[in-house]
DNA sequence: GGCTAATCGAGACGGTACGTCCCGTCTTTAG
DNA sequence: CTAAAGACGGGACGTACCGTCTCGATTAGCC
């Protein structure tokens, strides 16, 4: 017996305009100077049907990242059997999302959440593509140079390295993604 | 004539008094939940001296950054001439800090700092060792396998590699950093 | 024939917990911070049970009130003939409520109830006794000293007085009960 | 020496207009319904302002009560030298308040701030003029019929009689106060 | 027996207000 | 002119309740 609990069923309604009012402010204003206030607000909905669902903004945030409202596109690399094209396709994708109005903004936003909550933390990578990156060079490790199971460490340095952008407020310039690509995946693959 | 102010001069004993309280709320507290309210009430210190001479919280921890007191060693790397050694021995040491008693929220509360304030994220990775290192490295370009100009990719991969295990919230494991080099420098380098 | 309505009929068992809780919760908290939401649940009923049947916690008191579940004992003035002796006796019997644990407090919360809501207040006089000594002194009239037309005016007083000593918080001392007969009935009349 | 405090003094203006809008307000809206934020919003002040002064809004009813900003007029009992007319006058008075518009209300809002707060409860007697007719009645002891020592119970029970009135929501006809008087007073002094 | 209607418990909902924390600014007194 | 102290207007926090509503379950008269 599925144990049917009683009372008014959660409002769908209510969860989908919070969401989406907390992606829209989050854009906007960013994470810190984002209020539980101002999103209940944005939604038409009580504070305390927010506190109801999610126990502080990191994790409103984190819901929103996970259904994709956060980031403007898919940002999964591509897969044209080339590992090292893909990955330079891939991080140019990331970069010109770095690259358009208020992009960097929207990306230290991302980390601050990240570096508060530990949902947000833990989902940040595979947001940016870097899960379905990771299986796909395992699968492929014995036909690249690469060493066996430094998948992890290939894609956390790549995804690092952009992180480290946005922190460091280096501006992107052309050739930046090859670059990063050459470095970590080394000569013998070239 | 150097021109002197009329007027009392700035305390030192005050601007010291603020950075040590500074760092130890740091430590204690985390960058959120870290206020100039209770800096000012450690530092035994009215909040109109700090205001007058730090724009924002974010502020005062670059300074505290700078002057090395928000972690625990210098996080230089050593310089045996064998640079995958050294490197290693680096990112050892900066994985042994993230292990130590809440290692990992001092370096998340550091990211955090950075993603909100541009001169944190600008020395975060000079804090780190970035900066000695990226010179160290372009020094020897011809003398290892490492194409000339990847100095900076590099050090972006495994500074980046290191912040992106912090928000991860990935537990270390021994040999992880030895994998890192490995991944990052290559086969060829070995 | 009685028009019966269809459906479930009103549940005792719930209106009795109901008033229950709620003559418990006035006593323990008081008018104000006396809750629907804590007597619901302290009497494991749902709110709209409560809100079908009163139309707010005014109302609620106000039965609790006329079903005697407020004041500890009933305070009705004894009848030995002797009308100051029993005015006498009657207000010490309400003092000695009032000296008793939490017994100011309890009054105050019936004057606020009162204040607040008009059946309460319309049926606060009775409650103390008002009620039936004003029959009995228009039933005396003319065998006592008292002008006629008077019962209102007296009782009005002596409990008006009672009240007043609740509210200005003055403590009761022996012989109060004596010297405020005295003073409303006159010398007149001893 | 007067061990002069340091900082910034309290500001004279935002405690005027704090006090000037509780008034209004309660005059407005009654004691329940009256909110601490709707104050400081009509005030112009921060809450934390209020919050640092007094310690819940019985405490500013107080206030006004005490500076005279709740009544509508001074409430003292006249001195012609007859007591028993004073009386009657004074009474009339009271009375004519609470048949003004919202007057009821407005002695109900005070009973009802006298029931939650000490300092209200203490002060409610002497707002309506008890404490002068106290000490008056005291002087003329054995001029008057009275018995000595009974003017705070003749005080006390006219008040409350008043206040009874409020409660029992009884409507006021011509010749209340000279029925109440003559009550109390009795038939020895007219 | 099935239908309709009312009740009950539970509890989600849009709101208001609470009392607290902290912001960044301003004012006061002392050195 | 700096400094400690601290009051100020304001924004947001997370919590408590308000009164309404929506559920599924139960109960009782009616066809």
Redesign the interface.
Known sequence: MPERRRGAVRSEAARTSILTATARLFAERG??HLSIESIAAAAGVGKQTIYRWWPSKGFLVAECLLEGMLLPERLEPPDTGDLRTDLISWLEEIFRVLESPNGEGLM??L??A???N?EV??R??ASLGGLSLMSRINAQDEAS?I?P??AR??V??????????A???TPIESGDAE??V????????S
């Open positions: 994470y810190d230290r936003s980390i601050a990240a570096a508060e530990d933390g833990k940040l990578g140079g060493s199971g430094a460490e290939i956390e340095a790549l995804v690092g390295a952009v992180v480290m952008r922190l460091s407020r670059r990063l050459q470095a970590v995946l080394g000569v013998a693959v």
